[in-house]
Nanobody
Framework: QEQLVESGGGLVQTGGSLRLSCAAS????????MGWFRQAPGKERDFVAA????????SYADSVKGRFTISRDNAKKMVYLQMNSLKPEDTSVYFC????????????????RGQGTQVTVSS
């Protein structure tokens, strides 16, 4: 079973930054489209960002565009989410996932996901 393990979450003040990391175990990771989602207690899961298998194209939710950056290192089997100018409404559990597609509605669905890491932004 392939696994995804997130790290890098924590408590930060409004306006601060965090960098989330996602370590993958899949043998063919370099062929996977990857993404980040977030879900707060009692709320729906939200798409945050996606990156195509090659890293050449990215996609973001409007709420994070210009503040968050997704990237990947296929040699290390890692996906990252750099989060800047954090706001209290960014508080959530963030998890990475292997996407079912990219550039279509399939990028909002995933094959499997990690357990997530908590991000808390204080006001």
């Amino acid at each position: 079973q392939e696994q995804l393990v997130e790290s890098g979450g924590g408590l930060v003040q409004t306006g601060g930054s965090l960098r989330l990391s996602c370590a993958a175990s899949g043998r063919t990771f370099s062929s996977y489209n990857m993404g980040w989602f977030r879900q707060a207690p009692g709320k729906e899961r939200d798409f945050v960002a996606a990156i195509i298998w090659s890293g050449d194209s990215t996609s973001y939710a409007d709420s994070v565009k210009g503040r968050f950056t997704i990237s990947r290192d296929n040699a290390k089997k890692m996906v990252y989410l750099q989060m800047n100018s954090l706001k209290p409404e960014d508080t959530s559990v963030y998890f990475c996932a292997r996407l079912k597609g990219y550039g279509s509605r399939l990028q909002y669905e995933y094959h499997y996901r990690g357990q997530g890491t908590q991000v808390t932004v204080s006001s």
